[in-house]
């Protein structure tokens, strides 16, 4: 059996602009993660991040970043995701740095180290360290971060600038967190700790040098705008109805591999709301 529309009342959607559209997103927060089993060291609101291993010691470094997604409407379906950063310092060498996600709340702080930063700094209330998500009244699960799969890399071995590319796993993180925001929890760079002398050295969202400052760069587009002709008004209505009636593919508005009234809702939502 075929699903029927029902009928959408065309009110201040009509005539709305949308099409596909991007973001540059700065961090809401920034922070560094230094090994140390007493979590005896921080950085909240020091100019540099990092990740990686030390050469003599062979102790991690970890990267915190954390995005308010806020600004991207709510039904917007994502396209595309990647992150922006500046390598101002590296160990020689050619080696893998992992994007995951955090899973777990923290903390930004308000440490802020002296000189080259590589060492930290004693960690003040409100810092996230090695033990701590927020020193000194929560800890991680795991000491060094909680973290979910690896959603994308990049190979780093000069200064300059990367970008953390779109990947599926990606692109389904950042949904979740616009239909979530509470569950946001940020982004780890986990540089490779499978030997010492690894560290990267990244500019934060402190750095005076703007342009070296972390974005995170987003693609979406509106659902409504069903026609892709940049706005939304009757004519994406009579397209979505032309493809929803017989069950056509592109009427999976959720992309969940069926067209029913999960889609319609989802159309009719993003129809009134703009976007």
């Known amino acids: 059996m075929n699903p029927t529309i029902p009928t959408i009342a065309i009110s201040s959607a009509l005539l709305s602009c949308a099409g596909a559209q991007t973001v540059s997103l700065s961090p809401l927060a920034d922070a560094t993660l230094y090994q140390s089993a007493s979590g005896d060291a921080a950085n909240g609101a020091g100019e540099y991040l990092f990740s990686g291993t030390t050469l003599r010691e062979n102790a991690s470094r970890r990267a915190l970043l954390r995005f308010d997604l806020s600004m991207i409407p709510p039904t917007a379906s994502i396209e595309s995701i990647r992150l922006d950063v500046f390598a101002s310092r590296v160990q020689a060498g050619v080696f893998i740095s992992t994007l995951r996600a955090v899973s777990t709340r923290w903390t930004e702080g308000p440490t802020n180290p002296t000189g080259e930063e590589g060492q930290g700094d004693a960690p003040l209330a409100g810092d996230c360290t090695w033990i701590h998500a927020s020193h000194p009244i929560s800890e991680w699960n795991t000491p060094g971060g909680d973290t979910d799969a690896a959603l994308t890399t990049v190979a780093i071995d000069a200064v300059g600038p990367y970008s953390f590319p ?75 109805a032309s493809a929803f009636d017989p069950g056509a593919l592109d009427a999976d508005i959720n992309a969940d591999g069926f067209v029913n009234a999960d889609d319609f809702d989802r159309f009719a939502e993003s129809f009134e709301g703009g976007c």
């Open 166 to 240: 779109s990947t599926a796993a990606f692109v389904e993180a950042a949904r979740r967190w616009l239909e979530s925001p509470q569950l946001n929890f940020g982004l780890m760079i986990l540089g490779d700790e499978s030997t010492n002398g690894t560290a990267k050295r990244f500019d934060s969202r402190s750095n005076p040098i703007l342009a070296n400052r972390p974005r995170l760069v987003v693609d979406y587009r509106c659902p409504a705008d069903f026609n892709h002709d940049s706005f939304i008004n009757a004519d994406d209505y009579d397209a979505f």
